[in-house]
């Protein structure tokens, strides 16, 4: 049977596509808003020493499950194009990325890689370089201009060698993924063991993460052999500890045949409505990450020109410390030679330079000092020159060690801060409550908007 399902009302197509232009719209300006060349957040947050990571457009949808339970038609279903290979036989061997773009195109592992480069680890994984590829279409039905789909290997017990560490790759996986969908199919390997250990291991981390349906249903027989079925399979998953959780849930899922109606309930559109929460989910998440990344930045830029501030203001009083210290270390020596000098001027050129009061009050002053310099000794007034000479050296080498000052910033660089700081707070800020609102009120009456 082909994935490739026509006929879906053109009218829902469009009326999804307008939900859909919408959030996307809101995470291409929100990556917008992180990227762009010079004003983009990313580059903001580096100049003050804050890392960021870009928000992603797309969610990842990981599906995984045994083999030929229906997770390549599942995607090709979703799509409405027949993108991924199906059949009885093993089909996917590898890792598909499937992804919406603007023109068909197949790329292998190191494109692949290219395209997502939050992927790259991969690579450690042994032979799995090889296994990678991307499926690029256009087609933008339901909510896949979203989305990108994981498509992973079909999982068989026994002798099955896989040319790489397939439980290891889709537990990493699962780490980067937004959704994880486990397909269990009514016949064959349903309870396949490494299907089970693996779920039983992302449960662990990503519970939430996991979406367990029971795929190909209509295959499963009448209603009670379907019931059988999903006991048998509920039962097994129970018997793992972590997974006998209360709540478990498992929509039977089969995609549409119109030449093969069948009248088992399909729950098919509750794969898309998981989709769609976590669509939604994304979406204001990375509005939320935006308001905290604004305020990392804003708490950053102001941080550091507090921080200048204070530099400006220590370094005003250490220019001030050391001038105080060079004046000191200065003025010794010349007191020194000043006294040397009086001492040879004669009393009528001290009265002819000073007048008589200056010069009494000037020998009114010095008469200490000179009582005291004339009690010493030769050698001792000989000893305390070189000191005071010494201590005025000590004294401007002190001075130089003040004056080192901690780097500030120039005019320019604070300007620019400034500036950066207003743009996140008047246009980025602004931006962000729009995006916000335009995302409300998609769901939320106007009414309630205004509130
Ligand atoms: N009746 C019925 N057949 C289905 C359904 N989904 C898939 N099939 C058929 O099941 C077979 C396997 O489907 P695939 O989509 O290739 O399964 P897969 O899980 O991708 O298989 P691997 O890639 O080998 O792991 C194909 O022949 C499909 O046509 C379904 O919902 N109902
Ligand atoms: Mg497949």
């Known amino acids: 049977m082909s994935g490739k399902v026509k006929g879906r ?57 045994n083999h030929s339970a229906g997770k390549s038609s599942f995607i090709n279903w979703y799509v409405e194009e027949h993108i991924q290979r199906t059949g009885v036989a093993i089909e996917t061997q590898g890792f598909s990325f499937v992804t919406s773009g603007r023109k068909r195109e197949s790329l292998t592992g190191n494109a692949t890689l290219h395209l997502y480069p939050h992927f790259k680890p991969l690579q450690e994984f042994k032979g799995v370089s090889e296994y990678l590829s991307t499926e690029i279409c256009t087609s933008r039905q339901k909510r896949f201009s979203l989305v990108t789909f ?43 063991k490494r299907t089970l250990n693996i779920v039983e291991s992302l449960n662990e981390k990503h519970g939430d993460r996991l979406h367990f349906y029971l795929s190909k249903a209509d295959e499963a027989g009448g ?56 669509i939604n989910q994304t979406v204001q998440n990375t509005l939320n990450s935006l308001e905290k990344d604004c305020e990392l930045i804003c708490e950053a830029i102001t941080d550091k020109l507090i921080s200048d501030r204070q530099n400006s203001l220590q370094n005003r009083r250490a220019r001030c410390q050391s001038c105080f210290l060079s004046l000191l270390g200065f003025c010794i020596p010349l007191a020194l030679l000043a006294l040397l000098l009086l001492g040879t001027l004669s009393k009528e050129l001290l009265d002819m330079a000073l007048g008589q009061q200056g010069r009494e009050t000037l020998s009114l002053y010095l008469t200490p000092v000179v009582k005291i310099y004339d009690s010493l000794s ?74």
Not at 270 to 276: F, T
Not at 397 to 426: H, M, N, W
Not at 439 to 448: A, E, K, P, T
């Open 223 to 278: 209603e009670s052999d379907r019931q059988r079925v999903m006991m048998q399979i509920v039962q097994e998953l129970c018997k793992r500890p972590g997974l006998n959780k209360c709540g478990f849930d498992m929509p039977t899922i089969y995609i549409p045949n119109p030449n093969k109606p069948s009248r088992c309930v399909n729950q098919i559109e509750e794969v898309c409505r998981a989709i769609e929460k976590t």
């Open 378 to 451: 030769g050698e001792q007034q000989l000893y305390s020159c070189g000191g005071l000479v010494l201590l005025s050296f000590l004294l401007l080498i002190v001075a130089r060690f003040a004056l080192r000052t901690r780097p500030t910033l120039s005019g320019k660089q604070k300007r620019q801060l400034q500036e950066k700081l207003e743009y996140i707070q008047e246009v980025v800020k602004t931006k962000k409550k729009n995006l916000y609102e335009e995302y409300l009120r998609q769901s939320v009456s106007d009414h309630d908007m205004d509130l």
């Open 150 to 192: 994981v498509d992973s290997p079909g999982l068989v017990d026994g002798d099955m060698k896989y040319p790489f560490d397939v439980d290891e790759v889709i537990l990493w996986l699962g780490e980067l993924c937004d959704l994880i969908l486990v397909f269990f199919d009514p016949m064959g390997q349903a309870l396949c």
């Open 9 to 65: 009302s053109a009218a829902n197509a469009d009326s999804m596509a307008g939900r859909v232009s919408c959030d996307e719209r809101i995470l291409r300006d929100i990556h917008q808003l992180y990227t762009e060349a010079d004003s983009g957040l990313i580059p903001v947050a580096e100049s003050v020493g804050v890392k960021l990571l870009p928000p992603r457009k797309k969610i990842t949808v990981m599906l995984m499950g």
